[in-house]
């Protein structure tokens, strides 16, 4: 891969590192926090205003929150929230050491939604997650 290549690291439970390297799970579930939007949205466009710069912003300022979106259709969520892209998902389990191969998985990432998640893959029922979804496995490291 070259040096453009964009990497999204997540650390995951034992439970979810084994479904997700034997191909059952096929996404991650990440809570709409302050942390998650900094990391995963690249602009926002509500109310009016639109936020180009994720840094200070909160969740509070544009109304993006769980009780917010269950209002609002996913075709508003499609045009006015710009998610970043990634190329590949590397799942770690915990924090292992960087040579680390049985606890490192690299996979090709295939986009990022705000939507309702499996709950037999971790999601609460009828709450929304930056759901984020895995390719064919690239390599374990």
């Not at 997700?20 to 809570?31: A, F, N, P, S, V």
């Not at 300022?61 to 259709?73: R, Y």
């Not at 049985?102 to 009828?126: F, V």
Request: glycine share 8%; charged share 30%.
């Amino acid at each position: 891969m070259n040096g453009d290549t964009k990497n999204l690291t997540l650390s995951l439970k034992k439970q979810w590192f084994e479904m997700t390297k034997l191909g059952i799970k096929r996404e991650d579930y990440r809570e709409l926090s302050d942390y998650w939007i900094k990391r995963l949205v690249e602009s926002i466009t509500f109310f009016g205003g639109r936020y180009d710069s994720m840094k200070d912003l909160s969740i509070n300022e544009v109304g993006l929150s769980n009780v917010n979106l269950l209002h609002v259709t996913s075709d508003v969520l499609k045009r006015d929230v710009k998610l970043k892209k990634f190329d590949v998902n590397i799942m770690t389990l915990g924090y292992p050491k960087s040579g680390d191969k049985e606890r490192i998985l690299k996979l090709e990432n295939k986009g990022i939604e705000i939507r309702t998640g499996n709950s037999e893959w971790g999601a609460e029922p009828n709450k929304l997650y930056f759901v984020i979804m895995h390719g064919d496995i690239l390599a374990c490291v």
